[in-house]
């Protein structure tokens, strides 16, 4: 009987530390990045844009992550939800499976609505993938 309680106890305990649904997406290998959007980068065209959800932020920083191929960024357009913009430069070729550095956002903590990314073209066997994180 004992044994039961502490059986059920601890399986308890390990649904309190799973991740509720609806929760974002954490990046686990970096505390408190949290996934807000991917595109898969073409070769034929030099930019893309991430739309990120209304539910998502507010946040200081943005990363760049790249999976599938290397990517030469230009610079990034951050839009936000209050209608504003900037402009950062990222200038980085950022091999598959590597990631930019931190990019400060201007400001305190800011929703974001959108992230378009501006990009060199190129010849890839398969699209690379690029995902958004916020901190």
């Not at 399986?11 to 997406?25: D, E, I, N, S």
């Not at 091999?95 to 931190?102: E, H, K, M, S």
């Amino acid at each position: 009987m004992r044994i039961a309680r502490i059986t059920a106890l601890c399986c308890f305990v390990l649904l309190l530390l799973l991740p509720q649904p609806g929760q974002g997406q954490r990046d686990r290998g970096n505390r408190g990045w949290q996934l807000l959007g991917t595109a898969h980068v073409d070769g034929a065209v030099d930019h893309d844009n991430i739309a990120v959800s209304r539910s998502e932020g507010p946040f200081r920083e943005i990363r760049l992550r790249v999976r599938g191929g290397a990517v030469e960024f230009r610079h990034v357009v951050v839009h936000y939800g209050n209608g504003g913009s900037d402009e950062l430069e990222v200038r980085q070729r950022i091999p598959a499976g590597g990631q930019t550095r931190a990019i400060d956002l201007r400001g305190e903590r800011r929703d974001i609505r959108s992230v378009e990314l501006w990009y060199a073209k190129g010849r890839w066997r398969q699209r690379p993938t690029v995902e958004l994180y916020g901190r």
